[in-house]
């Protein structure tokens, strides 16, 4: 691998930009990714820090079973995003639909829409889950580029 | 041996103190900023390199131009940001006299520290997104709200000195250090009017993220992003300079290695006073923003001149 491309992978893993996406949730989870930024999880020491717009956001952290209404939201700001970019499915609805699996009005499951990079259960996840998720993603992303 | 004065004027332009100097210093109080501020929060905060490893991620990530955007002005804008606000730098005394001082330069520097906030403007404008226009609105009505408190501010000193050179009012404040003091007023409209300046907290109105999303700035993604946060780094780096060479006498008559130390112990001070009010203060509202600047800190400015009018005369 070149120096370059060193530096470059350096960087992507020192600073995951988040993004923060509601695709149906009971708000368990998200108030969960809120507390994994809040002073004492401070995500800020491995350089995360929350983004409101997807063209500055580098990770989609996903929550919910995804409601149909909110399939074609969650593709148009997949795609909003700049390449590289990598999403966490944050809760047990995001991973598989958890209790609304089979509902008429979910997909079941981000990664039936987009795809998804590390997926994150719990009902709600633990915000300690969340930070071990970010960095196993970022471990995962190291590893592979080797 | 001697040196091309021409060479000595380039190395001082691209290295020091000019772009590079300006690149790693900027960077450098992003991170002090940030880590500050989550120490006074009471957490870990973001490692030295943080500033570093986001600003080469952005340069390495993929550009979105969004159609319905004004292509050119879209790519061009985050350039001129850094070029008026690296240019503004030159004027500056920083560990020695400025590159070029002249009467007048207090009036260029202000002029030139303008043109970002204007390229802010016309950012969020040729974006054409809902939210970009926006935030590009709250950036005019914020620059009309602090520019005019924050160009008093810094005309009572240079009334007080007599001139209109930046390194001649410096050597005033050397000569004169107890006159300093009166300046104190004047000294914290500046702070504040840099603080919406460069869109801080309490004034970050213009990108508030939980009301417009990115403010000017959402359309913007990788190289062009990087620019733009860039130039607001180096614009605090010239603001903070600024201040310290109109109120606290920048070099205070050293020069060489002493002189750029004193430059940056002082602006790091001032930048520690910018956390502290960052910290301290929660978003207002731009209403209450424009009444707060026109209300009490153009009042207070004002005061000010006319003290140092009066005090000029006392003095003869």
Known sequence: MKIKDKIILWSRLKSPWLLHFNGGACNGCDIEIVDALTPKYDLERFGAVLKSTPRHADILVASGPMTRQQVKRIKRIYEQMPEPKFVMAVGACACSGGVFDGCYSVVSGIDKVIPVSIYIPGCPVRPEAILDGAVKLLGALEASSK | ?316
């Open chain 2, 1 to 316: 041996m001697t040196i091309d004065p021409i060479l000595l004027a380039l190395i001082y332009i691209l290295i020091f103190p000019g772009f590079i100097f300006l690149t790693v210093y900027g960077l450098f109080l992003q991170w002090f900023d940030r880590k500050i501020s989550a120490v006074m929060q009471n957490r870990v905060g973001p490692p030295w390199y943080q500033a570093l490893a986001d600003i080469i991620k952005l340069l390495s990530k993929e550009v979105i131009i969004p159609d319905a955007c004004d292509t050119v002005m879209f790519k061009i804008l985050p350039y001129f940001a850094i070029a008026a606000v690296v240019t503004a730098a030159l004027l500056l005394p920083i560990w020695t006299d400025a590159l070029c001082s002249f009467q007048g330069d207090l009036v260029v520097v202000i002029y030139l520290l303008t043109i970002p906030t204007v390229t802010f403007f016309l950012a969020g404008w040729s974006s054409t997104s809902p939210y970009a226009t926006i935030g590009s609105m709250r950036v005019l009505t914020q620059l009309f709200a602090y520019e005019v408190p924050m160009m008093l501010s810094l005309i009572g000193p240079a009334i007080l000195a007599g001139t209109w050179n930046i390194s001649e009012i410096a050597g005033f404040f050397t000569a004169h250090k107890p006159y300093m003091l009166a300046q104190i007023p004047a000294f914290f409209v500046a702070l504040m009017a840099l603080q919406g300046k460069l869109e801080r907290v309490p004034f970050d109105i213009p990108h508030a993220k939980n009301e417009i999303v990115g403010g000017q700035f959402t359309e913007y993604s990788g190289r062009l992003l990087a620019f733009f946060y860039l130039a607001v780094d180096m614009e605090m780096v010239v603001g903070a300079g600024l201040i310290n060479a109109i109120f606290l006498g920048a070099t205070l008559g050293t020069a060489g290695i002493l002189g750029a130390v004193i430059f940056l112990a002082k602006t790091l001070a001032i930048v520690f006073l910018l956390t502290l009010t960052k910290v301290l203060m929660g978003r207002v509202r731009i209403d209450q923003m424009v009444r707060f600047c026109w209300q009490i800190l153009a009042p207070l400015s004002m005061a000010q001149i006319l003290f140092d009018i009066f005090l000029k005369f006392r003095l003869g």
